[in-house]
């Protein structure tokens, strides 16, 4: 079984000048190398993997089906070998440089559109590469390096991470608007005693916390009805399924300015998910994550004092 040999990032960058151009003159011309050497490359790289990669004539050269084949792989790798560039150069000009920040749904498209455009104001160079998954995967992703620091909500499960406190996120009782306690002013939390409460699917830390102010207020959880999202809990508040208490930078995002769901002001006032910062402890940029948190939380005392509670 003949051995594959190793293909270099020059000789592959070379096939695909030549592809592009349709010549080797062309690609020569282009990349400032001389013919020969683009030549003799690409013949080595036809060696190494011991396949026919162009297509040669007088008129120029196109690729043939197994040169075909490794264009999307060429251009995938030089699209990694920029972004190893721009780090390397965000790194060594003492930029922040992009670091991959993970979310849960229930929380990040809330609170991030609050905080991002203040953070790039105040640091340009900091980039911020955000996904969403639930508490439990983010953990995990922050444990085995697919982030580089989560926003996440207490309690977290995994030891051994730098855990930053942000914000205590209150809940609010939201319930559709014909219902018979809106317009009533303030309420008693006993009138919610036996109501049907929605919650979110369990696979998400919200879930639990729906449940246990069920269990605190005597209201019953509707098991069969769980949202797939904290939208369709409300879709399904508006249509009358039942009552739901949702955190409140969703009602201030969501809620307030649709009003097609109404908020009820209870006098034992629910309690909050608390939000956090959380990174490796090993971090090479520990230090500029805890000036981030500190950043987060200056944000919100002076723009969402009205709807957070402060760590």
């Keep these: 079984m003949a051995t594959i040999g190793e293909p270099t990032l020059k000789q592959l ?4 000048a030549v592809v592009a151009a349709g010549s080797f003159r062309g690609a020569s011309q282009k990349l400032g190398v001389s013919q020969p050497t ?3 490359q690409i013949a080595a790289l036809e060696t190494a993997l011991g396949m026919i990669l162009l297509e040669r004539s007088r008129s120029g050269a196109i690729p043939t089906s197994a040169g075909r084949e490794l ?8 699209t990694e070998v920029n972004a190893i560039r721009d780090q390397a150069r965000f790194a060594s000009t003492g930029a922040s440089g992009v670091h991959r920040l993970g979310v849960p749904p229930t929380l990040g498209p809330y609170f991030l559109p609050e905080v991002l455009s203040e953070i790039h104001t105040a640091d340009p ?5 955000v996904r969403e998954e639930t508490p439990r995967e983010l953990e995990n992703g922050l444990l085995d390096g697919r982030y580089d620091l989560i926003l996440t ?3 977290v499960e995994l030891a051994g991470f730098v855990v930053e406190p942000l914000f205590g996120e209150p809940f ?15 309420l008693d939390a006993s009138v919610i005693a036996g109501e049907r409460l929605l919650a979110i699917e369990e696979r998400h830390r919200l879930f639990e916390q729906m449940q246990a102010l069920a269990n605190r207020f005597g209201a019953r959880l509707m098991r069969d009805y769980e949202g797939t999202s904290l939208d369709t809990v409300r879709q399904m508040i508006g249509t009358g ?3 739901a208490f949702l955190p409140a930078l969703y009602i201030r995002s969501e809620i307030e300015p ?15 998910r608390e939000v956090v910062l959380a990174w490796r402890p090993t971090a090479p940029k520990r230090q500029l994550y805890r000036k981030l948190a500190s950043q987060m939380r200056q944000i919100c005392q002076t723009k969402l004092a009205d709807c957070l509670h402060p760590a």
């Design 13 to 16: 960058l070379y096939l695909e």
């Design 241 to 243: 399924f039942g009552l």
């Design 172 to 186: 609010k009782l939201c319930a559709p608007p014909d219902h018979p306690l809106v317009g009533k002013g303030e």
């Design 38 to 40: 683009i030549t003799s």
């Design 125 to 129: 160079t900091l980039r911020l590469y």
């Design 71 to 78: 264009l999307p792989h060429i251009s995938t790798i030089r």
């Design 258 to 272: 649709r009003e097609d769901v109404t908020v009820l002001e209870l006098s034992d006032t629910p309690s909050a």
């Design 153 to 155: 909500t207490m309690p």
